[in-house]
């Protein structure tokens, strides 16, 4: 009976990846990169949106600065913000600029002009079923398209997919984690916008 159920289970999560859940897609890229790593290009950005550096490599692991005021409860202490970069074994940390951690063949959208006005468009019905609607097709995955800026506000790119996926993990501050058509994309100290690509028709 064990046996059976275990199948069944294995052929679920095949269909559901098979038709495309990014929450499937995106929990199986997260497994694959904590057990193997995956290759990333890291962009480091100043306030007014200009790369101050780049660094790739094959193994790449983020995590917070362990500081006891960040893992006990009943400390007084300031909590820190740092983020400790594991590069192919080599240590980096970073606080306070804007970094874009982008799998090896998720590319920006070259000569994209980001869009001042927009238009909601036509559709749409009773507010709290649109939500629940929306967050149902957020989790199969939906057509976005991401406008990234500076904490200055100033554009810095825009990534677009198919099916997206949005995270925000729960041990790393002011970071989101995106899944974009099957790779992954990290977000930190960035304005952003998030909106669903039928919007900028």
């Known amino acids: ?20 859940c990014s929450q499937i897609r995106d929990a199986v890229a997260k497994i694959k990169g904590d057990l193997i790593g995956q290759r990333f290009v890291i962009s480091v ?7 101050t550096l780049e660094v790739t490599g094959s193994k790449i692991t983020v995590g917070l600065l362990e500081y ?8 007084t202490g300031f909590e820190s913000e740092v ?9 980096m940390f970073q606080v306070g600029n804007t970094v874009i951690f982008a ?13 001042t ?11 709290p079923f649109d939500r629940y609607v929306n967050d149902i097709k957020n989790q199969i995955g939906k057509d976005k398209t991401i406008i990234i800026s500076s904490q200055l506000g100033i554009p810095i790119g825009v990534y677009q997919g198919k099916e997206v996926f949005v995270t925000v993990p ?9 899944n974009i058509d099957g790779r ?16 900028l028709d």
């Open 184 to 199: 992954s994309l990290y977000i930190h100290r960035a304005n952003y916008i998030i909106m669903d690509s039928n919007m």
């Open 1 to 20: 009976m064990k046996k059976k159920f275990a199948l069944l289970m294995l052929v679920a999560a095949l269909v559901a990846s098979a038709a495309g």
């Open 68 to 75: 006891s005021s960040n893992f006990n409860v009943e400390s």
């Open 170 to 178: 729960d041990d790393l501050p002011k970071m989101t984690r995106l």
């Open 103 to 115: 799998e090896e063949g998720l590319d920006m959208v070259k000569d994209y002009t980001v869009p």
């Open 83 to 91: 983020i400790e970069i594991t590069v192919n074994g080599n240590q």
């Open 117 to 127: 006005e927009v238009s909601g468009g036509q559709g749409g019905g009773f507010v």
């Open 45 to 51: 950005y100043d306030d007014y949106a200009d790369k």
